[in-house]
Nanobody, 126 residues
């Protein structure tokens, strides 16, 4: 069973930076795909960034050029470096792992991911 634990959330002012971490345990090495997702109050959960087992990454348009997803395979950990944060980035950030997916990592639906962390709050003030 895969378990994921996020950390690194907090409160910052607009323009600031945060680095989120997600530590995995269990059969994480079999997972093809890791991702960061977020959910703002009153909104649906949405994909932020993904990274597959080959290290290929994709980003939502609203974070391109500001966020970077990376993975440390030996530590079973993924990171999300968030720069130039905006108030619209406020929400609970979740990491997830899953796969392999027939559609591929970057096209998988949120509901396809079988392992989720508990989430970490990110608050950006203007």
């Amino acid at each position: 069973q895969v378990q994921l634990v996020e950390s690194g959330g907090g409160s910052v002012q607009a323009g600031g930076s945060l680095r989120l971490s997600c530590a995995g345990s269990g059969y994480t090495y079999t997972r093809e795909c890791w991702g960061w997702f977020r959910q703002a109050p009153g909104k649906e959960r949405e994909a932020v960034a993904r990274i597959n087992s080959l290290g290929l990454t994709t980003y939502a348009d609203f974070v391109k050029g500001r966020f970077i997803i990376s993975r440390h395979k030996d530590l079973n950990t993924i990171y999300l470096q968030m720069n130039n944060l905006e108030p619209e980035d406020t929400g609970i950030y979740y990491c997830a792992a899953g796969g392999p997916f027939s559609s591929g990592c970057h096209r998988a639906e949120l509901t396809d991911f079988g392992a989720w962390g508990q989430g970490t709050q990110v608050t950006v003030s203007s």
